[in-house]
């Protein structure tokens, strides 16, 4: 089956980088990889979008190996403002069927 | 302005009812989503619309139906609720793009069936 993983949980300090990976070994040739910030109650939000290499914009990086088969997101120093769930979203070929799949988000939570 | 808008934000029915969840963009985008996301937070993608077709249905039970009547809407009509739908729906747009997926959500509407 199609898999989009990332990890369930990370803990960081204030003022520190924090990067979350996350691997879509299916991912389909054409489509981007994107990342959704969601605070409780609300919708998610965007973040950063990337099809290969680096990106970086005024919030986040967005690191992407040659294969693309994985992506890490970069979070600069982050502050207690950062706590939230992370989720990555691609559009994955696996089990020979086109599926839009996020992952299963990364509750991040920053420690004072 | 709000630019995804969701109504109602609070649902709570009885098993069997049908009802429905309206969902207006003012972005001027092209493609519309409905995503569930369950207790356990994971969000699960169920239509979307671009153009008023329908281009990706998630193996969702047919009691869902999405209609859009324009495409600054996407509504989605539930027939015979159940038990298992109680989740919170977020409606969601993007400009279409190859291969990109920038969108924007609603605040989404939280859906109990008792």
């Known amino acids: 089956l199609a898999k989009t993983t990332q990890p369930i949980s990370m803990d960081s300090y204030e003022g520190q980088e924090v990067n979350i990976t996350c691997s879509h070994n299916?991912?389909?040739?054409?489509?981007?990889i994107t990342w959704y910030q969601q605070f409780p109650s609300q919708g998610p939000r965007f973040i950063i979008q990337?099809?290969?290499t680096k990106v970086t914009n005024e919030v986040a990086s967005l690191f992407i190996p040659a294969d693309r088969k994985s992506s890490t997101l970069s979070l600069p120093r982050v502050s207690l403002s950062d706590t939230a769930v992370y989720y990555c979203?691609?559009?994955?070929?696996?089990?020979?069927?086109?599926?839009?799949?996020f992952g299963k988000g990364t509750k991040l939570s920053v420690i004072p | 302005d709000t630019a995804v808008s969701q109504t109602p934000k609070y649902l709570v029915t009885q098993m069997g009812n049908d009802k429905s969840i309206k969902c207006e963009q003012n972005?001027?985008?092209?493609?519309m989503y409905w995503y569930k996301q369950d207790s356990k937070k994971f969000l699960k993608i169920m239509f979307s619309?671009?153009?008023?077709?329908?281009?990706i249905n998630e193996t969702v039970p047919n009691r869902f139906s999405p209609k859009s009547p324009d495409k600054a809407h996407l509504n989605l009509h539930i027939n015979s609720l159940e038990l298992g739908d109680s989740a919170v729906y977020f409606c969601?747009?993007?400009?279409?793009?190859?291969?990109?997926?920038?969108?924007?959500f609603g605040p989404g509407t939280r859906l109990t069936v008792t």
């Open positions: 969601a747009s993007s400009q279409s793009g190859t291969g990109s997926y920038e969108q924007y």
């Open positions: 299916n991912i389909a040739t054409n489509d981007y």
């Open positions: 990337g099809y290969k």
């Open positions: 979203l691609v559009g994955d070929n696996g089990a020979g069927s086109y599926q839009l799949t």
């Open positions: 972005l001027g985008h092209d493609t």
């Open positions: 619309y671009n153009n008023k077709e329908l281009i």
